[in-house]
């Protein structure tokens, strides 16, 4: 049975920074596209940023130069640093595995406050 599981999320303030780590396991995770997702209240779940050996890598506007995407095959885990942290970066963040057959995380809750 495929599973992914996010972990990293939490509070932080504006100006920090996060890592975010999604484990899969049940598939064969070096062939899938990895992405990672936001929902925040009350908003639509857009994409943050997306790994593929054959399209490479893509971030939303607005995290471009402050979050990271990467992946470890060896560790089936796909990362996702988040720095200089802004308030309205606070949402759940899922990420999703694509190639034969879509896979979703349960999500993590990230939260920027003071």
């Known amino acids: 049975q495929a599973q992914l599981v996010e972990s990293g999320g939490g509070l932080v303030q504006p100006g920090g920074s996060l890592r975010l780590s999604c484990v899969g396991s049940?598939?064969?995770?070096?062939?899938?596209?990895m992405s990672w997702y936001r929902q925040a209240p009350g908003k639509e779940r857009e994409l943050v940023a997306r790994?593929?050996?054959?399209?490479?890598?893509n971030y939303a506007d607005s995290v471009k130069g402050r979050f990271t995407i990467s992946r470890d095959d060896s560790k089936n885990t796909v990362y996702l640093q988040m720095n200089s942290l802004k308030p309205e970066d606070t949402a759940v963040y899922s990420c999703?595995?694509?190639?034969?057959?879509?896979?979703w995380g349960q999500g993590t809750q990230v939260t920027v406050s003071s």
């Open positions: 999703r595995a694509t190639h034969i057959f879509v896979y």
């Open positions: 049940g598939f064969t995770f070096s062939s899938y596209a």
């Open positions: 790994i593929s050996s054959i399209t490479g890598i």
